[in-house]
Protein backbone atom coordinates (compact mmCIF):
# COMPACT_ATOMS: atom_id res chain seq x y z
CA UNK A 1 0.00 0.00 0.00
CA UNK A 2 1.37 3.81 -0.91
CA UNK A 3 1.92 6.09 2.30
CA UNK A 4 -0.92 7.47 0.97
CA UNK A 5 -3.04 4.76 0.86
CA UNK A 6 -2.41 4.24 4.68
CA UNK A 7 -2.69 7.61 5.86
CA UNK A 8 -6.17 7.49 4.22
CA UNK A 9 -6.96 4.14 5.23
CA UNK A 10 -6.25 5.03 9.10
CA UNK A 11 -7.92 8.62 8.72
CA UNK A 12 -11.06 6.29 7.65
CA UNK A 13 -10.60 3.86 10.59
CA UNK A 14 -10.15 6.71 13.06
CA UNK A 15 -13.04 9.16 11.30
CA UNK A 16 -16.19 7.04 12.06
CA UNK A 17 -19.71 8.66 13.04
CA UNK A 18 -21.08 8.36 16.82
CA UNK A 19 -17.18 7.49 17.47
CA UNK A 20 -13.99 9.18 18.97
CA UNK A 21 -11.09 8.35 20.51
CA UNK A 22 -10.15 7.49 24.23
CA UNK A 23 -6.55 9.54 24.99
CA UNK A 24 -5.06 6.72 27.48
CA UNK A 25 -1.27 8.28 26.79
CA UNK A 26 -0.84 9.81 30.34
CA UNK A 27 2.92 10.15 30.49
CA UNK A 28 4.77 8.65 33.84
CA UNK A 29 4.21 12.29 35.79
CA UNK A 30 0.90 12.33 34.96
CA UNK A 31 -0.56 8.44 35.20
CA UNK A 32 1.57 9.21 38.74
CA UNK A 33 -1.04 12.07 39.86
CA UNK A 34 -4.26 10.30 38.55
CA UNK A 35 -3.00 7.29 40.34
CA UNK A 36 -2.40 9.57 43.67
CA UNK A 37 -5.58 10.75 43.61
CA UNK A 38 -7.52 7.15 44.30
CA UNK A 39 -4.55 5.67 46.46
CA UNK A 40 -2.68 3.84 44.15
CA UNK A 41 1.09 3.68 43.78
CA UNK A 42 2.28 4.40 40.21
CA UNK A 43 4.24 1.13 39.78
CA UNK A 44 5.26 -0.31 36.07
CA UNK A 45 2.79 -3.42 36.94
CA UNK A 46 -0.61 -0.96 38.16
CA UNK A 47 0.07 0.75 35.19
CA UNK A 48 -0.19 -2.60 32.89
CA UNK A 49 -3.00 -3.71 35.16
CA UNK A 50 -5.00 -0.86 34.76
CA UNK A 51 -4.51 -0.20 30.94
CA UNK A 52 -5.31 -4.10 30.46
CA UNK A 53 -8.81 -3.49 32.44
CA UNK A 54 -10.02 -0.17 30.41
CA UNK A 55 -8.38 -1.39 26.97
CA UNK A 56 -10.57 -4.79 27.39
CA UNK A 57 -13.74 -3.17 28.14
CA UNK A 58 -16.41 -5.17 26.36
CA UNK A 59 -18.13 -2.93 23.38
CA UNK A 60 -15.82 -0.07 23.44
CA UNK A 61 -15.70 -0.32 19.77
CA UNK A 62 -19.23 0.95 19.49
CA UNK A 63 -17.86 4.60 20.71
CA UNK A 64 -14.57 4.36 19.95
CA UNK A 65 -12.28 4.44 17.23
CA UNK A 66 -9.24 5.07 18.15
CA UNK A 67 -6.93 4.89 21.35
CA UNK A 68 -3.71 6.86 21.77
CA UNK A 69 -0.94 4.91 24.31
CA UNK A 70 1.78 5.88 26.06
CA UNK A 71 5.49 4.21 24.94
CA UNK A 72 5.70 2.03 27.87
CA UNK A 73 2.18 0.59 27.08
CA UNK A 74 2.91 -0.05 23.67
CA UNK A 75 5.44 -2.38 24.91
CA UNK A 76 3.32 -3.97 27.41
CA UNK A 77 1.04 -7.07 27.68
CA UNK A 78 -2.70 -7.52 28.40
CA UNK A 79 -3.53 -10.00 31.24
CA UNK A 80 -4.10 -12.65 28.89
CA UNK A 81 -0.57 -12.55 27.73
CA UNK A 82 -1.73 -10.68 24.02
CA UNK A 83 0.44 -7.11 23.47
CA UNK A 84 -2.05 -4.36 24.48
CA UNK A 85 -2.14 -2.11 20.58
CA UNK A 86 -3.01 -6.12 19.47
CA UNK A 87 -5.72 -6.40 21.83
CA UNK A 88 -6.82 -2.72 21.13
CA UNK A 89 -6.78 -3.85 17.52
CA UNK A 90 -8.59 -6.83 17.71
CA UNK A 91 -11.39 -5.01 19.31
CA UNK A 92 -11.64 -2.82 15.81
CA UNK A 93 -9.91 -0.31 17.88
CA UNK A 94 -6.75 2.05 15.97
CA UNK A 95 -3.69 1.95 18.24
CA UNK A 96 -1.65 5.36 18.27
CA UNK A 97 0.97 6.25 20.20
CA UNK A 98 2.19 9.94 22.09
CA UNK A 99 5.55 10.52 20.48
CA UNK A 100 6.58 14.11 21.73
CA UNK A 101 8.47 13.96 24.64
CA UNK A 102 7.13 16.78 27.40
CA UNK A 103 7.06 19.91 27.75
CA UNK A 104 9.79 22.16 29.03
CA UNK A 105 10.87 26.08 29.51
CA UNK A 106 11.38 28.19 26.45
CA UNK A 107 14.37 30.25 26.75
CA UNK A 108 13.87 33.95 27.10
CA UNK A 109 10.25 33.89 26.80
CA UNK A 110 9.69 33.54 30.61
CA UNK A 111 5.82 31.83 31.44
CA UNK A 112 6.26 30.17 28.23
CA UNK A 113 6.96 26.28 27.48
CA UNK A 114 7.75 24.54 24.15
CA UNK A 115 7.21 20.83 23.48
CA UNK A 116 10.44 18.50 22.31
CA UNK A 117 11.24 14.70 21.09
CA UNK A 118 11.90 15.57 17.16
CA UNK A 119 15.05 14.46 17.49
CA UNK A 120 15.43 11.05 15.71
CA UNK A 121 11.79 10.79 15.15
CA UNK A 122 11.48 9.29 11.48
CA UNK A 123 13.24 6.37 13.65
CA UNK A 124 11.22 6.65 16.60
CA UNK A 125 8.14 5.96 14.44
CA UNK A 126 9.37 3.44 12.46
CA UNK A 127 9.48 1.15 15.72
CA UNK A 128 6.39 2.20 16.96
CA UNK A 129 4.59 1.27 13.88
CA UNK A 130 6.26 -2.45 13.86
CA UNK A 131 4.49 -2.22 17.00
CA UNK A 132 1.07 -1.57 15.78
CA UNK A 133 0.77 1.96 16.20
CA UNK A 134 -1.32 3.79 12.97
CA UNK A 135 -1.08 7.50 14.24
CA UNK A 136 0.31 9.69 16.43
CA UNK A 137 -0.27 12.39 18.98
CA UNK A 138 1.99 15.79 19.55
CA UNK A 139 1.08 18.17 22.34
CA UNK A 140 1.75 22.05 22.54
CA UNK A 141 1.02 24.18 25.74
CA UNK A 142 -0.08 27.62 25.70
CA UNK A 143 -0.29 29.31 29.20
CA UNK A 144 -2.68 32.45 29.20
CA UNK A 145 -1.65 35.25 31.56
CA UNK A 146 -1.00 39.09 30.51
CA UNK A 147 2.10 39.11 29.00
CA UNK A 148 1.62 34.55 27.63
CA UNK A 149 1.75 33.08 25.38
CA UNK A 150 4.38 35.23 23.83
CA UNK A 151 4.86 35.70 20.05
CA UNK A 152 7.90 33.80 20.09
CA UNK A 153 6.25 30.89 21.64
CA UNK A 154 3.57 30.51 19.39
CA UNK A 155 5.97 30.75 16.50
CA UNK A 156 8.43 27.88 18.30
CA UNK A 157 5.36 25.38 19.23
CA UNK A 158 3.98 25.63 15.63
CA UNK A 159 6.76 24.76 13.86
CA UNK A 160 7.43 22.12 15.91
CA UNK A 161 3.85 20.65 15.71
CA UNK A 162 4.55 21.10 11.59
CA UNK A 163 7.62 19.22 11.89
CA UNK A 164 5.94 16.69 13.40
CA UNK A 165 3.09 16.31 11.59
CA UNK A 166 5.73 16.15 8.82
CA UNK A 167 7.75 13.13 9.68
CA UNK A 168 4.74 11.37 10.57
CA UNK A 169 3.14 11.73 7.11
CA UNK A 170 5.85 11.21 5.41
CA UNK A 171 6.04 7.65 7.45
CA UNK A 172 2.43 7.05 6.87
CA UNK A 173 1.32 7.23 10.46
CA UNK A 174 -1.43 9.82 10.80
CA UNK A 175 -0.47 13.04 12.84
CA UNK A 176 -2.56 14.27 15.37
CA UNK A 177 -1.81 17.98 15.94
CA UNK A 178 -2.86 19.51 19.51
CA UNK A 179 -2.14 22.39 20.35
CA UNK A 180 -3.44 23.01 23.71
CA UNK A 181 -4.74 26.68 25.14
CA UNK A 182 -4.81 25.51 29.36
CA UNK A 183 -7.98 26.30 30.76
CA UNK A 184 -5.57 27.26 33.77
CA UNK A 185 -6.32 31.19 35.15
CA UNK A 186 -9.02 33.92 35.54
CA UNK A 187 -9.00 34.81 31.81
CA UNK A 188 -12.78 35.72 30.01
CA UNK A 189 -13.94 33.65 27.37
CA UNK A 190 -13.08 36.25 24.92
CA UNK A 191 -8.87 35.98 25.60
CA UNK A 192 -9.20 32.38 25.53
CA UNK A 193 -11.21 32.87 21.77
CA UNK A 194 -8.71 35.35 20.67
CA UNK A 195 -5.48 33.63 21.91
CA UNK A 196 -6.90 29.60 20.17
CA UNK A 197 -7.19 32.02 16.87
CA UNK A 198 -4.10 33.23 17.06
CA UNK A 199 -2.10 30.14 18.11
CA UNK A 200 -4.47 27.88 15.27
CA UNK A 201 -3.53 30.76 12.38
CA UNK A 202 0.15 29.92 13.42
CA UNK A 203 -0.11 26.42 13.58
CA UNK A 204 -1.85 26.27 10.20
CA UNK A 205 0.57 28.58 8.37
CA UNK A 206 3.37 26.28 9.81
CA UNK A 207 1.32 22.87 8.45
CA UNK A 208 1.08 24.51 5.34
CA UNK A 209 4.80 25.64 5.01
CA UNK A 210 6.15 21.97 6.02
CA UNK A 211 4.08 20.67 3.21
CA UNK A 212 1.39 18.65 6.14
CA UNK A 213 -1.44 17.06 4.02
CA UNK A 214 -4.45 18.39 5.70
CA UNK A 215 -6.82 15.73 4.41
CA UNK A 216 -4.33 12.99 6.31
CA UNK A 217 -4.51 14.33 9.81
CA UNK A 218 -6.48 15.28 12.90
CA UNK A 219 -6.67 18.13 14.73
CA UNK A 220 -6.81 18.08 18.65
CA UNK A 221 -7.40 21.94 19.92
CA UNK A 222 -9.13 22.91 23.39
CA UNK A 223 -12.56 24.32 23.13
CA UNK A 224 -12.90 28.10 23.99
CA UNK A 225 -14.10 28.45 27.22
CA UNK A 226 -13.19 30.72 30.34
CA UNK A 227 -10.36 30.11 32.65
CA UNK A 228 -11.28 28.11 35.72
CA UNK A 229 -10.81 30.94 37.68
CA UNK A 230 -12.49 32.96 36.03
CA UNK A 231 -16.10 34.60 37.82
CA UNK A 232 -18.47 33.79 34.68
CA UNK A 233 -19.37 30.04 33.69
CA UNK A 234 -20.14 29.54 29.82
CA UNK A 235 -23.18 27.89 29.06
CA UNK A 236 -22.80 24.97 26.42
CA UNK A 237 -24.38 27.43 23.36
CA UNK A 238 -21.95 30.13 24.56
CA UNK A 239 -18.72 27.53 24.45
CA UNK A 240 -20.20 26.22 21.23
CA UNK A 241 -20.87 29.38 19.29
CA UNK A 242 -17.40 30.38 20.52
CA UNK A 243 -14.99 27.30 19.46
CA UNK A 244 -17.13 26.99 16.32
CA UNK A 245 -16.59 31.00 15.33
CA UNK A 246 -12.98 30.60 16.21
CA UNK A 247 -12.43 27.38 14.08
CA UNK A 248 -14.59 28.35 10.90
CA UNK A 249 -12.04 31.47 10.78
CA UNK A 250 -8.49 29.30 10.91
CA UNK A 251 -8.99 25.73 10.34
CA UNK A 252 -8.95 24.46 6.47
CA UNK A 253 -12.20 22.72 5.45
CA UNK A 254 -10.09 19.67 4.57
CA UNK A 255 -9.21 18.69 7.45
CA UNK A 256 -11.31 15.44 8.05
CA UNK A 257 -12.05 15.77 11.59
CA UNK A 258 -11.77 17.70 14.83
CA UNK A 259 -10.99 15.92 18.00
CA UNK A 260 -11.39 18.05 21.17
CA UNK A 261 -9.05 17.24 24.23
CA UNK A 262 -11.35 18.06 27.63
CA UNK A 263 -8.64 19.88 29.22
CA UNK A 264 -10.01 19.61 33.36
CA UNK A 265 -13.65 20.56 32.15
CA UNK A 266 -15.46 18.02 34.36
CA UNK A 267 -16.75 15.04 31.97
CA UNK A 268 -20.52 16.05 31.81
CA UNK A 269 -18.97 19.58 30.91
CA UNK A 270 -17.14 17.96 27.55
CA UNK A 271 -19.67 16.10 27.14
CA UNK A 272 -22.56 18.51 27.08
CA UNK A 273 -19.90 21.07 25.39
CA UNK A 274 -19.33 19.02 22.41
CA UNK A 275 -23.22 18.11 21.88
CA UNK A 276 -23.95 21.56 21.95
CA UNK A 277 -21.29 22.21 18.92
CA UNK A 278 -22.84 19.31 17.09
CA UNK A 279 -26.36 20.86 17.38
CA UNK A 280 -25.34 23.98 15.18
CA UNK A 281 -25.50 23.67 11.26
CA UNK A 282 -23.42 20.97 9.94
CA UNK A 283 -19.53 22.05 9.45
CA UNK A 284 -17.15 21.51 7.04
CA UNK A 285 -15.10 18.83 9.32
CA UNK A 286 -16.72 16.50 12.05
CA UNK A 287 -16.47 17.31 15.47
CA UNK A 288 -15.38 14.54 17.78
CA UNK A 289 -13.77 13.60 21.20
CA UNK A 290 -10.11 12.65 22.01
CA UNK A 291 -10.90 12.81 25.78
CA UNK A 292 -8.34 11.61 28.79
CA UNK A 293 -9.82 12.78 32.41
CA UNK A 294 -13.06 13.39 31.02
CA UNK A 295 -13.52 9.59 29.30
CA UNK A 296 -11.15 8.21 32.58
CA UNK A 297 -12.68 10.15 35.40
CA UNK A 298 -15.26 8.33 36.39
CA UNK A 299 -13.03 4.32 35.65
CA UNK A 300 -10.24 5.69 37.90
CA UNK A 301 -12.79 6.19 40.46
CA UNK A 302 -14.73 2.60 40.69
CA UNK A 303 -11.23 0.83 39.91
CA UNK A 304 -8.61 2.25 43.26
CA UNK A 305 -6.73 -0.14 42.48
CA UNK A 306 -8.87 -2.81 43.65
CA UNK A 307 -9.28 -6.28 40.54
CA UNK A 308 -12.60 -6.47 42.48
CA UNK A 309 -13.82 -3.54 40.57
CA UNK A 310 -12.85 -4.14 37.45
CA UNK A 311 -16.64 -4.98 35.86
CA UNK A 312 -17.83 -1.71 37.31
CA UNK A 313 -14.29 -0.11 36.09
CA UNK A 314 -14.97 -0.82 32.59
CA UNK A 315 -18.93 0.27 33.22
CA UNK A 316 -18.47 3.48 34.04
CA UNK A 317 -15.73 3.95 30.70
CA UNK A 318 -18.36 2.26 28.55
CA UNK A 319 -21.10 4.41 29.89
CA UNK A 320 -18.91 7.90 28.97
CA UNK A 321 -18.41 6.66 25.97
CA UNK A 322 -21.51 5.97 25.12
CA UNK A 323 -22.56 9.43 26.12
CA UNK A 324 -19.25 11.27 24.25
CA UNK A 325 -20.88 9.08 20.83
CA UNK A 326 -24.68 10.78 21.62
CA UNK A 327 -22.50 14.09 22.13
CA UNK A 328 -20.74 13.03 18.45
CA UNK A 329 -24.45 13.58 16.80
CA UNK A 330 -26.31 16.22 18.91
CA UNK A 331 -28.46 13.24 20.61
CA UNK A 332 -26.76 13.49 24.30
CA UNK A 333 -28.75 15.16 26.95
CA UNK A 334 -28.23 15.99 30.69
CA UNK A 335 -30.87 13.61 31.45
CA UNK A 336 -29.42 10.93 30.20
CA UNK A 337 -26.66 10.90 32.72
CA UNK A 338 -29.00 9.82 35.40
CA UNK A 339 -29.78 6.04 33.22
CA UNK A 340 -27.99 3.26 34.36
CA UNK A 341 -25.63 5.53 36.79
C1 LIG B 1 -3.82 11.74 28.59
O1 LIG B 1 -2.89 12.78 28.76
C2 LIG B 1 -2.12 13.13 27.61
C3 LIG B 1 -0.66 13.19 27.93
O2 LIG B 1 -0.44 14.24 28.82
P1 LIG B 1 0.98 14.42 29.56
O3 LIG B 1 2.02 14.53 28.53
O4 LIG B 1 0.77 15.66 30.38
O5 LIG B 1 1.15 13.21 30.43
C4 LIG B 1 -2.62 14.50 27.07
O6 LIG B 1 -1.91 14.94 25.97
C5 LIG B 1 -4.04 14.32 26.70
O7 LIG B 1 -4.12 13.45 25.58
C6 LIG B 1 -4.70 15.63 26.34
O8 LIG B 1 -4.36 16.65 27.26
C7 LIG B 1 -6.20 15.41 26.37
O9 LIG B 1 -6.53 14.89 27.63
P2 LIG B 1 -7.64 15.64 28.46
O10 LIG B 1 -7.61 14.97 29.82
O11 LIG B 1 -7.26 17.08 28.48
O12 LIG B 1 -8.91 15.35 27.69
Request: glycine fraction near 8%.
Amino acid sequence: MSVEDQLQATVDAVVQKGKGILAADESSPTIAKRFKAIGVESTEENRRSYRSLILSTPRLSEFISGVILFEETLGQHADNGMPLSELVAQHGIVPGIKVDKGKFALANAPGDEITEGLDGLAQRLEGYKNQGARFAKWRDVYNISNATPSQLAIEANAEVLARYAAICQAQGIVPIVEPEVLIDGDHSIDRCAEVTETVLHEVFHALHRHHVVPEHMLLKPNMVIPGKAHSHKASPEEVAAQTIRILRRTVPAAVPCINFLSGGQTPQEATANLNAMNCLVPQPWELSFSYGRALQEPALQAWKGDATNAENTQAALYRRAMLNGAARSGKYSPEMESIGA
